[in-house]
Structure formats: structure tokens, C-alpha cells
């Protein structure tokens, strides 16, 4: 089983420096670009290979070059988005510490094909570690050539540059981290324009996932036939994927694409832990829909986790076990939405901290039955289409999954007036 | 008023980017870091220097969690709260943190030499519950751990 991604990150955590990743094949694909390639031929090759997107969305990665207006003049920009903190989301931290020049080939070449000039690590505050290991990264690659002017000697020049944020949640929608970047607050920007025509201060801009970028040297060095062989199903190449929350061995991994919810719990993760019970899972971070014991068989892909009720997302999963209470594993998501929101659209500033209360109140003993008609009108108000961007949509797949699935809970805490999980509270 | 090093390390950012503004958040961080936070007349100071107004200077530095606008103490503690640390017993951490300081979240020790904040996942949920403090981070941490950590800082 093939592992292109992560086969070269030492298992001492340490990230390859530069003469151990060109050692092992790394910034071959550049100079094939650079030599071999017109910037067309690298977004034809991206999109012929079917990459989707690795940050949540799942957009096909060369269609969304390929909007870019190549004629246009000017400055373009090209930006790794590095601001992982969905909760539950632990994936790109590991590419990032590990294999750096991975992502930095990747981003050079992106860059290429769309003729940005210049590049940015959009990093959340938290990574320390990775914000140490992208630096020196950084300028390892401008003291090798490969960053600056005249990269490898051919006419195409790059400059990049290191972002860390100040932490905020809102930062990783494309939009936001484009106002972030231009030093502004992060709330999201009405599309379109979209920012592959009208992005950061005003230029064609590309924002994609780290795990997305650091597929590309790989693309180019063994094809799109190659890729997608990696796959159990139709969506091409390996995800990293992850599971937290009372297993035997909570982790990350790189597997091919389509492995089975069952799979990833019982044989990775080494299943639930002696005593717990598996109820239910986030598959793919905080805010997707819950997933059951029914489930177990579904395959994690895009399509599989979509006809299954959910939304594959960042591919890690958040597992609720049967001592911990489900209205408090929402409550606590919940409490995050309502923190993290941008306040920019009314439905969310206002729903989902009403949410957070409704949902604490069935927690503490008072809630009645009207509470969960509200909070069945909440997953509607706040759904697609009535907010601004994702965020409370996104907020509301966990909720509604939950009074489906564990309507019985709720109940339970209306009719005996507590949490019946209150002697399990850690 | 800025000091000499905080301006030159502002004009520094101010050549990288095409606006003024666009250093807003860079000049925020400068600051906070030769002063622990960003007060009033931070922002002002801030504002003239990048052109713009107090208030939307002012609209940035609140938007952000980790620019603080009020004091804080030498070592600032990120518990982290979300759900990989919640199902993992983040609350025993919480309780035992706010026993051993005698504060709540948001607040400082008397002696300034800790503000305990709650934060937003760490990205680390396969290590739950966790913690940071200042730059390190500390993983898979049990409530009885807790007071030799702390012992670290001065």
C-alpha cells in the first residue's frame, strides 16, 4: 500500500530537511515543470487526475486553477491554507511538521501553472512547531533556487512568505483568510466575484487545503492514472485520515481513499476502549453530520459519506461513546460555533448562541419539550442558504444528526430534569 | 508611544505588503509581544502610524482570540475545549487549573504570573486533553500532572 504522502516523514517527528527530501526524488517535479511543461498542461494534468479539494469541501482542485483569467495583468496569488482548527482536525499538522518541502514544491508548482508571483503560508497561531519547521523551509528553498527570482534558472519568479494568524476559527473560509491577509477582520465576502478572479486586494487568487498541495509534485512525477489507482473508489489517491475520542489507539493515517468507517476504528485505531461503547461518529470534524453503528460499512469517500447522511470533510473523526452524553458532545460543539462565529450575518451571531443556551439548559435540568421543536427550528433557520458562509450550516449538521439519532437522550434529560450521564462526568 | 524597535520592526512589515492596512494585524502582534497587550493607547499609536482610525484598528484587535485588550500576566494558559478534550475530560483540567491558581478563565493570578484562557482546538485531538503554555504544548495531560508543569514558569 502506497503512502506518497507520508512514507519520508520520520518517525521521530523531525521535519526532512531539504537535502533528505531531494534525496528521496523532492523538487524533481519542479524542474519537470519548469523544463517540460507550459502552466496549461500542469492544470490540465491537476484536473485529469480528479483532486479534490482536502480541506472540507471537496472542489475539484484543477477546475478551480483553471477559473483562473490567465491574461489578466498584474500580481496573482497563490495561498496553502494552514489554519486548521476545525475540532477534531489534526491532519495537516502532521504534513506540515514533517514534510515541509512537500507543500512548498507543491505550492511552487500551483504557482506555476497559474503565474501567481507571489505566495503565502496562511499558518494558525497555535502551530508552533510548524511555523519553525516552514521557516527554515522557506529559506532553505530560496538558498537552493527555488523560490525567488528566475527559480532554477527558467523566467518564472516567486516570492513567499510565512503568515501566522491571531487565532480565529472564521480564518480558514477562503474568503475570510483573504480579509485576514489583508489585515482586516475575518469575515467572509460575498461571492461572487470568487477569489480565483478577484482575491487578495483585488488579484486572481487560489487558496487550497495543505494536504491538497502537497499531492501535486507527486501528480506530476507519476501521472493521473497513477493517482487515482491509489483509490478503493472513484475519488482518486490516499486521505490522511483520523480518529480522536475514547479508542485504543487515537491517530492519524494515511490510507487509500475509500476505506471503511469500520476499518479505520477497529483495525487503526484499534477499536473502542475496554468499557466504552461506540455510539456514533463526527466523520470528518465538527461539523458534519453524525454517523452510527449502522454506518460502519460506509466507505470514506465523498460520494459514500454524502449518501450516508454526512459530509466526508477534513476525513477525521470525532467518536462519541456511550458514557459520554450526546446533548453535552453538542453543546460543547455548539459552544464553539457560537464563540468562533464572525457576528457578520444576523441568523448566526444571533441562532447559535441561542442554540448554546437551549442546549446548556438540557444539560442543567430545565429544559422542557418545546426546547427541541426550537432546536429542530434552528437546524432549519440557520441551514443552507439562510446565513452568509458555511459556518452555521456547518454547525447545524452535527445538532440535527444528534436529534435524530439520539433523540432519546434529549428526552431523557427533559423527563428527569438532569443529565443522566452526570456520574460519568470526567 | 511606540518604541524605537516596535516601529522599526512595523516599517519592516509595512515594505512586505502593497497597503498600510494590510500590516494592521502584523503591528498588533509586534506590539503585544514587547508589551504582553494591546491598550488604548496602543491602538492609537497603531492607527497613526498605519493611517488608519483608531476605531477600525481597534475593530481588528477585538475580532482576533489571542490579541488581548486588556493585561495579561508572563504566562498566558490555553486550555484547550473543544470536543476531541472534551469527551477526554478536559473539565478535570479546567477544575484542578482554577483550584491550583485560585482563578477563573479570563482571569490573572495576582502575582501576574498566569491568565488562563480557554481556546479553540489545539490540533492535536489524538493527544486530548491538552493544554498549551506560552509557546509549548503539553499533551495526553492528567489533572495530577499539572502542578509540576506549572512549576516551569517563573
Not at chain 1, 474568503?175 to 477582520?185: C, P, V
Request: proline content about 5%.
Amino acid at each position: 500500500m502506497e503512502r506518497p504522502l507520508t512514507q519520508h516523514i520520520p518517525d521521530s517527528g523531525a521535519a526532512l530537511h531539504i537535502r533528505e527530501y531531494e534525496a528521496v526524488g523532492g523538487y524533481t517535479a519542479l524542474k519537470k515543470v519548469l523544463r517540460e511543461m507550459e502552466p496549461a498542461q500542469v492544470t490540465t494534468l491537476v484536473k485529469d487526475s480528479k483532486l479534490k479539494g482536502r480541506g472540507g469541501a471537496g472542489f475539484d482542485t484543477g477546475m478551480k486553477w483553471s477559473f483562473v483569467p490567465m491574461d489578466m495583468p498584474g500580481p496573482k496569488y497563490l495561498i496553502a491554507n494552514a489554519d486548521e482548527m476545525e475540532p477534531g482536525t489534526f491532519k495537516d499538522r502532521w504534513l506540515l511538521e514533517g514534510n515541509p518541502h512537500q507543500l512548498l514544491e507543491g505550492m511552487i508548482i500551483a504557482a506555476y501553472a497559474i503565474q501567481a508571483t507571489d505566495a503565502f503560508v496562511f499558518l494558525r497561531w497555535a502551530y508552533k512547531d510548524a511555523a519553525r519547521e516552514m521557516r527554515r523551509a522557506i529559506a532553505d528553498a530560496y538558498t537552493a533556487g527555488y523560490l525567488g527570482k528566475n527559480i532554477l534558472g527558467s523566467s518564472f519568479s516567486l516570492e513567499m512568505q510565512l503568515h501566522t494568524g491571531v487565532g480565529r476559527y472564521m480564518c480558514g473560509e477562503e474568503t475570510a483568510l483573504l480579509n485576514s491577509l489583508e489585515g482586516k477582520r475575518a469575515t467572509p465576502r460575498a461571492k461572487p466575484p470568487f477569489p480565483q478572479v478577484s482575491g487578495l486586494f483585488g488579484k486572481p487568487t487560489i487558496v487550497n487545503n495543505v494536504e491538497t498541495l502537497s499531492w501535486i509534485s507527486h501528480i506530476v512525477n507519476n501521472g493521473g492514472a497513477w493517482f487515482k489507482s491509489l483509490s478503493y473508489t472513484a475519488d482518486g489517491g490516499t486521505k490522511i485520515y483520523g480518529v480522536s475520542g475514547r479508542v485504543n489507539k487515537p491517530g492519524a493515517w494515511e490510507l487509500p481513499m475509500g476505506i471503511t468507517m469500520r476499518e479505520l476504528l477497529e483495525e487503526h485505531a484499534g477499536g473502542m476502549r475496554n468499557g466504552y461503547r461506540f455510539r456514533g461518529a463526527l466523520p470528518g470534524g465538527a461539523s458534519t453530520d453524525f454517523l452510527t453503528e449502522v454506518h460502519l460499512d460506509v466507505k470514506m469517500d465523498f460520494a459514500g459519506v454524502t449518501a450516508a447522511g454526512s459530509r466526508l470533510g477534513t476525513g477525521t473523526m470525532v467518536v462519541l461513546d456511550d458514557h459520554t452524553c450526546p446533548v453535552g458532545f453538542v453543546h460543547n460543539l455548539e459552544h464553539f460555533f457560537a464563540q468562533e462565529s464572525c457576528g457578520f450575518c444576523t441568523p448566526c451571531r444571533e441562532g447559535l448562541p441561542w442554540t448554546e443556551k437551549i442546549l446548556w439548559s438540557l444539560e442543567n435540568g430545565t429544559g422542557v419539550p418545546a426546547d427541541l421543536d426550537l432546536l429542530e427550528m434552528h437546524t432549519k433557520m440557520l441551514g443552507p442558504g439562510n446565513t452568509f458562509c458555511a459556518l452555521a450550516p456547518g454547525a447545524m449538521e452535527p445538532l440535527q444528526s444528534a436529534l435524530k439519532y439520539f433523540r432519546e437522550d434529549f428526552e431523557q434529560h427533559i423527563k428527569e430534569k438532569k443529565c443522566p450521564y452526570a456520574h460519568h462526568q470526567h | 508611544m511606540l518604541t524605537a524597535i516596535e516601529i522599526e520592526k512595523i516599517t519592516h512589515e509595512l515594505q512586505q505588503v502593497p497597503v498600510k492596512k494590510a500590516a494592521c494585524i502584523e503591528a498588533l502582534k509586534i506590539v503585544q509581544q514587547q508589551r504582553r497587550w494591546i491598550s488604548d493607547e496602543s491602538v492609537e499609536d497603531i492607527a497613526a502610524m498605519l493611517e488608519m482610525s483608531t476605531a477600525e484598528v481597534d475593530s481588528v484587535a477585538t475580532f482576533y482570540n489571542l490579541i488581548f485588550r486588556r493585561p495579561v500576566g508572563r504566562h498566558i494558559i490555553l486550555l484547550c475545549d473543544s470536543i476531541s478534550c472534551y469527551v477526554m475530560g478536559f473539565t478535570a483540567l479546567r477544575q484542578q487549573l482554577q483550584s491550583l491558581l485560585h482563578i477563573n478563565y479570563g482571569q490573572t493570578t495576582t502575582d501576574e504570573r498566569f491568565t488562563l484562557l480557554p481556546n479553540a482546538c489545539l490540533g492535536t485531538c489524538d493527544h486530548a486533553p491538552a493544554l498549551m503554555i506560552d509557546e509549548d504544548l503539553y499533551r495526553d495531560v492528567k489533572p495530577e500532572d499539572l502542578e509540576k508543569i506549572l512549576e516551569k514558569y517563573s
